[in-house]
């Protein structure tokens, strides 16, 4: 067999991977832009303001279920971040190599990389089923947060350990106490940080379906109480691209997911960059 | 007051740590509470090699589930792994400042979409293409190449994370005698980095095993065997998602089950992922 | 005063030919300027030390000579630098070419994770040859010049990392040898071993400059004085860029310094 | 950064304040119905659901999908006030709720639109879904492969369909299945030669209805009872039915909700 000269394989391999950098771009935008242009043009103000006409007609616009996303996110949020910031003060500031600490670190590890439906099925049995919480927002809230609770640890921990050791001691040097510390010092330190994990977290409440699909219900009515059931923008589009022929409206909600999931990471690199500028000026001695 | 506060903080958060660890323990309890009795009942041998679901007829073998997770998985990694590598190097070693700074937005931007929109897409504008090689289109290979489009930022961003890591000075010795670059990338980075680029691979791994909605939405759900990659079939996590809410009883039970036999495999790809990530950070100190 | 002895050698510079002829050098980072008009010829297989305080660009210098600099973005190279009369930096200059030719060995032992075998045949692997029985002699050959094959002839085919910082750094020669080139760049190779491994390799190199020319870069003046043939002595200007004070044979630089820094500088009042 | 802070306790609070309002639907007038159950149901229960609030601001009516088997659950556990089933009860169900016959449907034999065969007897329709018939050709139509798509195991519409056509015969492991009358009706019309069955609530000119046995799939023939595929609509609670729940059935019922059942095109039962 003929060697190819490594001139000539570096040639051949940087077109190769340049390619494969292509192609991704390709796919993406073939998926974004086939969205946008299928769907934007159904998105006007009406399609945002109106409840969807029925479950399962297709008709309609977005209003109730923009709106029972929203308070998806905000209950979900609300009980996620005591927490998980309380869980991550704990891992990064008081936790030590004991085997409590060990099953902690063990169980986050792995409930990172258990699959959404898995989670799913607990929330059915536990809040659906055990509890009578019905198909409801409270039940696809809970599953949610177990969901979440991982990865909001891990950044919110990362946050914390971000932030220099001098600072700790200085306050401690001080007089405060390890909760003062942490409160007055620690904590607003990594802020920035925290706010990232929130504003992931918010990312993916949008983005979840599989474990919405069997713990939400998907009634496209108005929720009236924490105990309605409800379907979120995701689910909205699964429900109607799989129930319905209205492809049109499916591709107008997955255009608005996919507006909001632009907008938040746009948000989150804007808010990591302020968050390393704010410690590349710690570190030079600037405030 | 200030030390009761102090004191009492430490529980406080002690207390939310440990409900992560309830969390799991009520997980793995409530799924294995719902779904042993339903193995027992069934027979583990019986439930996992058997090739009928027909729970109607008292039938319950998840083989062809199984194998329909299996196909799709292992189609998306051929597709995945050259792209996603590719990517990887593209990103740590050959990009220019302006070209990553368009590329990993469009990484990041691959994670975000969510599932339905895939699974959307793939619907719309994929199945009817790969209608026209045979077939009615919904199929493994559908599946396969959404799940790609998936895992692709997994595997891209944790394997350039890895080549990153490869020490400067393996580099530049290499560079330094007069291997060209690619040289330098395929026989020096690539072996370096390759625990972590391993654990990028089985972490995309699980994500293509643990993907629901977008399977449900292209693969079509047939219950059988498939033969090619133009065939339907079934995974596990969409067979959960399918009859759940249709479910009950003894049927209900073994979707439970089913569950169990996910969970395994995720752990078990966990496991390797955990051990092959925490060799190559230990490499590289090294 | 005089605080460093010279060691007397018989043998010297082989030649007196330029191997490398360098004029008008000068290399920024971006808008910081490194080096400044750097003019100053490398004799053929003879030990050219470059010594001066740290910051005052002798690493960067000598990353001139194999374009290792080409590694970082913002570097940009003005002046001539030329390699047996022809121009390093010219347009159809082939950069894997040059490296062939002038090898490096990096301040920390740098092998490869892979055997000490492994490590030897990669560059005539890279270079296309892919003959068992050729890369065998090579490597035998490399590892007997780089006076390392008694240690390692039975463990060729463990892991290089299991060798010590000594063995490694000599590994390192030993995979620069391999490739046969004409210079060896060794940027402050000794820095991280003790004196014993140290001194083991000042006499390798004392060996290998009869037949290679070497270009040292060095913090302990002791080493310059005991290994080198001629000696450069870089400063940094007021606005921080590295420029070439003086330069001239070894014992000459250490015992009757013409510069008021170099002087300084050898009989340790600063750096 | 105690500012900071100081929003971070009043968005706390307003999001409390919210709970509570989510939480808070209290009212002597007023109340709220689950219901839960088949997705057949679905849509008729949306449209009574409407029109019974119409009527009755202050009274919540939750409707949901999850599939026959699911809304029998429910109404047992008392998760649903009412659940929905688009089949009858089994025999073993029958003793633990109480069934209210809503209305009555039919369920459509469905091609994708394309399909020129028109006319199925009812033993060549349970040939296809056991597989026995694998290709058009063998029914009339062109020489293609027959694509059969399936709902669920649990579906009410597959328990009917299988109860009345396939008699015992089991549906084809080659089919394709999906887990609502919406999702087979897409997954029909979407791909060519293909073949599902469907409530008469869902059709449309997405997809062409076939005549069994001769008789077009209308509800003029259901109810005359010559079109032979025809199951009831049943809403169950765990026992009799008192007040809004009462009230709500009764509405159904009444003249005004069976015309709404007409409407929608399923069988009034009166």
């Known amino acids: ?287 | 007051m200030r030390r009761f506060i102090d004191r009492a903080s430490r529980y406080v958060v002690l207390l939310a740590a440990s409900i992560s660890f309830l969390i799991l323990f009520a997980i793995a309890f409530f799924i294995i509470a719902r779904g042993l009795p339903a193995i027992q009942e069934i027979g583990l041998v019986e439930f996992v090699t058997g090739t009928v679901w027909r729970p109607g007829q008292g039938q319950y073998g998840i083989l062809p589930m199984i194998v329909g997770s299996v196909a799709a998985t292992f189609g998306s990694l051929i597709l995945a792994i050259p792209m996603g590598l590719g990517c990887a190097i593209l990103l740590a070693e050959i990009a220019g400042r302006r070209a990553r700074r368009f590329l990993r937005p469009v990484v990041e931007l691959l994670v975000g979409i969510p599932s339905v929109v895939y699974g959307l897409v793939g619907m719309v504008l994929l199945v009817p293409l790969v209608r026209n090689l045979g077939g009615n289109g919904y199929s493994v290979l559908a599946a396969s190449i959404v799940l790609m489009a998936m895992i692709l930022p997994t595997i891209t961003s944790i394997s350039e994370d890895a080549i990153r890591a490869v020490p400067r000075a393996y580099r530049e010795a290499s560079l330094a005698m007069g291997a060209t670059q690619w040289q330098t990338i395929r026989h020096v980075l690539l072996p370096a980095a390759r625990s972590g680029i391993g654990a990028s691979i089985v972490l995309g791994m699980g994500r293509a095993v643990g993907e629901t909605m977008a399977m449900i939405m292209v693969i079509g759900n047939s219950i059988k065997f498939p033969t090619s990659p133009l065939d339907s079939a079934r995974t596990l996590t969409g067979n959960i998602a399918l009859e759940i809410n249709y479910a009950s009883g003894l049927h209900e039970d073994a979707l439970f089950a089913t569950g169990i036999i996910l969970l395994v495999f995720i752990i078990i790809l966990n496991t390797i992922s955990f051990f092959a990530l925490r060799r190559s950070r230990a490499q590289n100190i090294a | 005063m005089k605080l460093i002895e010279v060691t007397n050698r018989d043998n010297g510079p082989a030649s007196n030919a330029t191997k490398i002829k360098v004029r008008g050098l000068n290399l920024y980072y971006g808008v910081f300027q490194a080096l400044r008009d750097i003019n100053l010829d490398i004799i053929e297989k003879s030990i050219t030390a470059i010594i001066g305080p740290s910051g005052c660009g002798k690493s960067s210098f000598l990353r001139v000579f194999n374009r290792m600099n080409d590694l970082i973005p913002s570097a940009k190279t003005e002046g001539m630098i030329e390699l047996d009369g022809e121009s390093i930096y010219a347009r159809g200059c082939d950069v894997v070419e040059l490296r062939k030719r002038v090898g490096m060995v990096f301040q920390k032992p740098n092998p490869f994770p892979m055997s000490v075998f492994d490590n030897v045949a990669f560059g005539p692997r890279r270079h296309g040859n892919h003959n068992k029985s050729e890369l065998e002699e090579i490597v035998e050959r490399s590892l007997i010049r780089a006076a390392l094959w008694d240690e390692t002839k039975d463990k060729l085919h463990q892991s290089a990392l299991s060798l010590s910082g000594g063995q490694q750094q000599r590994l390192c020669i030993a995979r620069v040898l391999a490739v046969q080139p004409e210079v060896i760049l060794m940027d402050e190779p000794c820095s991280a071993l003790d004196p014993i491994a140290t001194m083991k390799i000042e006499d390798l190199m004392r060996n290998l400059a009869q037949e290679y020319t070497i270009v040292i870069v060095t913090h302990n003046m002791q080493q310059a004085a005991r290994v080198s043939d001629r000696t450069a002595f870089f400063f940094m200007s007021e606005d921080r860029a590295g420029i070439l004070v003086e330069e001239g044979p070894t014992t000459e630089i250490f015992t009757n310094p013409k510069d008021k820094r170099t002087e300084d500088y050898v009989t340790g009042r600063f750096g | 950064m105690r500012k900071v802070f100081a929003k971070w306790s009043t968005g706390i609070l307003s999001l409390v304040a919210l709970a509570i309002a989510l939480t808070g639907c209290g009212g002597a007038l007023s109340g709220t119905i689950t219901e839960s159950g088949s997705t057949t149901v679905q849509p008729l229960a949306e449209k009574l659901a409407a029109a019974f609030t119409e009527e009755n601001p202050d009274v919540e009516i939750i409707v949901q999908g999850g599939g026959s088997g699911q809304g029998f659950k429910d109404a047992v556990d008392g998760i649903s006030d009412i659940g929905a089933l688009s089949r009858e009860l089994k025999t073993e169900e029958a003793g633990q709720v109480v069934k209210h016959v809503i209305a009555r449907d039919g369920i459509a034999i469905v091609v994708h639109p394309s399909t020129t065969v028109s006319n199925l007897t009812k033993e060549q329709v349970r040939d296809i879904f056991a597989g026995n018939i694998t290709n058009w050709n063998e029914v009339g139509g062109p020489n293609q492969e027959i694509v059969v798509i399936s709902r669920e195991e649990g579906s009410g519409t597959r328990g009917a369909f299988e109860e009345m056509v396939m008699e015992g015969d089991l549906i084809t492991t080659e089919a394709l299945f999906y887990n609502s009358n919406g999702a087979l009706k897409t997954a029909v019309a979407g791909a060519p030669y293909s073949i599902g069955f469907l409530s008469f609530g869902y059709l449309d000119s997405s997809v062409k209805a076939l005549s069994i046995n001769g008789t077009p799939a209308t509800v003029e023939n259901a109810k005359s009872g010559v079109y032979p595929i025809v199951r009831p609509l049943l809403f169950v609670t765990k026992s009799e039915p008192e007040g809004l729940v009462k009230e709500f059935i009764d509405f159904c019922l009444s003249e005004e909700g069976q015309a709404i059942v007409e409407e929608e095109g399923y069988l009034s039962v009166t």
């Open chain 1, 1 to 287: 067999m003929p060697r190819i000269s490594p001139k000539t394989s570096e040639r051949l391999a940087k077109i190769l991977l340049w390619g494969a950098g292509f192609l991704t771009v390709l796919i993406l935008a073939a998926i974004v832009i086939y969205v946008l242009v299928n769907g934007v043009s159904e998105i006007n103000w009406e399609f945002l303001t109106t409840p969807p006409i029925g479950g399962l007609s297709g008709e309609g616009g977005i209003s109730t279920i923009i709106v029972t996303t929203v308070y998806l996110i905000l209950i979900t949020i609300f009980i996620l971040t005591p927490v998980g910031i309380g869980a991550a003060i704990y891992l990064s500031e008081y936790a030590q190599d004991n085997i409590l600490t060990n099953f902690i670190r063990y169980a986050v590890e792995t409930l990172a990389g258990v699959p959404s439906i898995i989670y799913g099925l607990f929330g059915y049995a536990l809040f659906v089923s055990a509890l009578y919480l019905g198909h409801s927002l409270i039940a696809g809230a809970l599953t949610l947060v177990c969901l979440l609770l991982p990865t909001m640890i891990r950044t919110t921990e990362e946050a914390l350990r971000a932030v220099p050791q001098e600072y700790r001691e200085a306050s401690l040097a001080l007089g405060a106490t390890r909760w003062q510390t942490i409160w007055h010092v620690a904590l607003p330190a990594a802020l920035p940080g925290i706010a990232t994990a929130i504003i992931l977290s918010t990312g993916r409440v949008i983005e979840e379906t599989a474990c919405l699909y069997v713990t939400l219900g998907g009634s496209a009515a108005m929720p009236r109480s924490i105990l309605s059931g409800g379907r979120t923008l995701a689910l909205h589009v699964y429900y109607l691209a799989m129930d319905t022929m209205a492809f049109d409206k499916a591709m107008a909600t997955a255009a608005v997911l996919i507006i909001i999931i632009v907008i938040i990471n746009l948000f989150t690199n804007w808010l990591s960059q302020r968050f390393r500028s704010a410690y590349t000026a710690m570190e030079e001695g600037r405030p």
